[in-house]
């Protein structure tokens, strides 16, 4: 499975982007698919996560309500819809994908919150 992520930049405060992960494999065979993110000195952190069925979830209390994972099917893409961005969101961006036992990473794309 390869995974190519795109969308990040830099944004002020209150913006909003949106993420994408093009997925190599029909993204309604993967078990599930996540975004983490990762900033320098800090754990790496699961952001929110795509089961292969049922509601995705998001472990991080404090992107409740402000980030929306989804799945394109047209596209085969994974999407991370961030609005009302803060700054403490400023990271790199990961797409992962668990297939047959496996995960799979993609590169990363740097989201930089900052006026």
């Known amino acids: 499975v390869q995974l190519q992520a795109f969308g990040g930049g830099l944004v002020q405060p209150g913006g909003s982007l949106r993420l994408s992960c093009a997925v190599s494999?029909?993204?309604?065979?993967?078990?599930?698919m996540r975004w983490y993110r990762q900033t320098p000195g800090k754990e790496q952190e699961i952001v929110a996560h795509?089961?292969?069925?049922?509601?995705?979830?998001y472990p991080l209390a404090s992107v409740k309500g402000r980030f929306t994972i989804s799945r394109d099917g047209a596209k085969n893409t994974l999407d991370l819809q961030m609005n009302s961005l803060k700054p403490e969101d400023t990271a790199k961006y990961y797409c992962?994908?668990?297939?047959?036992?496996?995960?799979?990473w993609g590169k990363g794309t740097l989201v930089t919150v900052s006026s």
């Open positions: 992962n994908a668990f297939y047959d036992g496996v995960h799979y």
């Open positions: 494999r029909d993204i309604f065979s993967i078990v599930f």
């Open positions: 795509m089961p292969s069925a049922g509601d995705p979830v």
